[in-house]
Every structure is written in structure tokens, then in C-alpha cells.
């Protein structure tokens, strides 16, 4: 990732935050995460990895877990999944709503897209700000949104 894409990621994150703030609404960054290496007596190093996703959010008793990117696109293809944080997010998923929060920089909109629909994106396929949940544009998008879907397992344990 580039310098300015990880810029950009940043800002969307802090304005994530605010518009969390602005509802009231519940919020723990999920903090980078790292490893520690033994460099066999010469002492160690910290080697960044990935976290599961970015925040837990919540309000009045009902609660999410969302990762957030921004994409300057119209479309956000499948090689852009991270297959690790999918599988996460899938297990928080069978019990609240989880996924993405997308800030597609091209139409200026913000659309959340629920594990579910990451986990039906297939090699070669691609997801338009028009297939998940619209929160609004990025001045406004309303992340409370998320709280009111349903999650419901089907009778073999997988969402439906």
C-alpha cells in the first residue's frame, strides 16, 4: 500500500469516528497489531500483521464489527478481499453484522457490504456502490445504519 493510499485510509477511519461520535454511538479501534521476532541474540523486531478488522461499534444494546477501506473506483473487485479478515469478520458475522465499509472516492458514496456478500464474491466479479447498503455520501453517511440489520443462521450453521 502506498503512502497516500494509507493517507487516505487514515482520514476515512477518523471521519468514521466522528460520524460515530455524532450518533452517540459506541466505538473501540481495533488497535495495529505486530509480532515479535527473535533475531537470535541480537534482540527483536516488531513485524507489523494485520488485525481482523477495524472497529467494534454499538448502540443501545446492538453492536457491529466493520473494516473500512476507500477505493478510487467504481467497482471494488474481488482480488481486493482480504480472504483473513473475510474469514474474521465471518465469525463475528454469525452473530451481529460484519464486513466492509467502503468509501468508493469515485462517486463519493459510502456503502457498507455485509460478510455474506463478501463471502458470495467470486474470482473475476466485482461489487458496485450500488450492492450493499448505501450509508450516504462521505460528508453524511450514517454508519447507525449497520445496527438495524438482522443477522439469521440457517439450520446448517451458515448465513443465510
Known amino acids: 500500500m502506498?503512502?497516500?493510499?494509507?493517507?487516505?485510509?487514515?482520514?476515512?477511519e477518523k471521519l468514521f469516528e466522528v460520524h460515530c461520535r455524532q450518533r452517540q454511538m459506541a466505538f473501540i479501534k481495533i488497535p495495529d497489531g505486530c509480532r515479535r521476532v527473535s533475531l537470535g541474540g541480537l534482540g527483536v523486531k516488531l513485524i507489523p500483521?494485520?488485525?481482523?478488522?477495524?472497529?467494534?461499534?454499538?448502540?443501545?444494546?446492538?453492536?457491529a464489527t466493520v473494516d473500512c477501506k476507500?477505493?478510487?473506483?467504481?467497482?471494488?473487485?474481488?482480488?481486493l478481499c482480504d480472504q483473513d479478515q473475510v474469514n474474521a469478520l465471518t465469525v463475528t458475522g454469525e452473530h451481529i453484522p460484519s464486513g466492509y465499509i467502503i468509501w468508493f472516492r469515485e462517486t463519493n458514496r459510502v456503502v457498507f457490504f455485509s460478510v455474506v456478500l463478501l463471502r458470495m464474491l467470486q474470482q473475476r466479479t466485482s461489487l458496485r456502490d450500488t450492492d450493499g447498503l448505501l450509508l450516504g455520501d462521505i460528508d453524511r453517511f450514517n454508519p447507525e445504519l449497520i445496527l438495524n440489520l438482522t443477522v439469521k443462521p440457517n439450520t446448517q450453521g451458515t448465513l443465510i
Do not use: Q, R
Request: with cysteine; aromatic share 16%; hydrophobic share 35%.
Open 2 to 12: 502506498g503512502k497516500l493510499s494509507k493517507e487516505v485510509g487514515t482520514t476515512f
Open 49 to 63: 500483521v494485520k488485525t481482523p478488522f477495524d472497529f467494534f461499534i454499538c448502540k443501545n444494546g446492538k453492536s
Open 70 to 79: 476507500t477505493i478510487d473506483a467504481a467497482l471494488f473487485k474481488y482480488s
